[in-house]
């Protein structure tokens, strides 16, 4: 029995096509093979298309995930150092602020010890002074008083003595 591979339609009017396209019965299952095989080349086809756009959706994927977790650790990064800057910026606020407390407060103390100190040593030169100007003014108003008191002295035994040579001449 002879098979049209052109038609469906198994007909036996040879004119329909050319010889060579006819076949026997055995040549069936070489057909039906090859058709299987191009059916298994279709299903690799589609597997192959299959793992390229598997592969495509991964690495779209990795890649999306990629930015996400980039730009989730460059946030992160991003507070983490604002943080840290915050907290530097507060420490060395705190110490300038500290410093300028600490020279305002010496300051403070050093002007008030020295006034203390310059009280102290005014008070010590003033009784040293006045002590000196007393003694001085002392020995002066001494010096003056003797003289005055040997004047007088002198004065009153110069008359006595007068009187006493009058009485005797």
Request: hydrophobic share 15%; glycine share 8%.
């Amino acid at each position: 029995m002879l098979y049209c591979n052109s038609f469906r339609n198994n007909s036996f009017n040879f004119e329909c096509c050319p010889l060579q396209i006819w076949s026997t019965s055995s040549n069936k299952f070489e057909r039906e093979r090859e058709r299987e095989r191009e059916r298994e080349r279709e299903r690799e086809r589609k597997r192959r298309a299959g793992r390229q756009a598997d592969r495509q959706a991964g690495r779209q994927a990795g890649r999306q995930a990629g930015r996400q977790a980039g730009r989730q650790a460059g946030r992160q990064a991003g507070r983490q150092a604002g943080r840290q800057a915050g907290r530097q910026a507060g420490r060395q606020a705190d110490r300038q602020t500290d410093r300028q407390r600490d020279r305002q407060t010496d300051r403070q103390t050093d002007r008030q010890t020295d006034r203390e100190t310059d009280r102290q040593t005014d008070r010590q030169t003033d009784r040293q002074t006045d002590r000196q100007t007393d003694r001085q003014t002392d020995r002066q108003t001494d010096r003056q008083t003797d003289r005055q008191a040997g004047r007088q002295a002198g004065r009153q035994t110069g008359r006595q003595a007068g009187r006493q040579a009058g009485r005797q001449t």
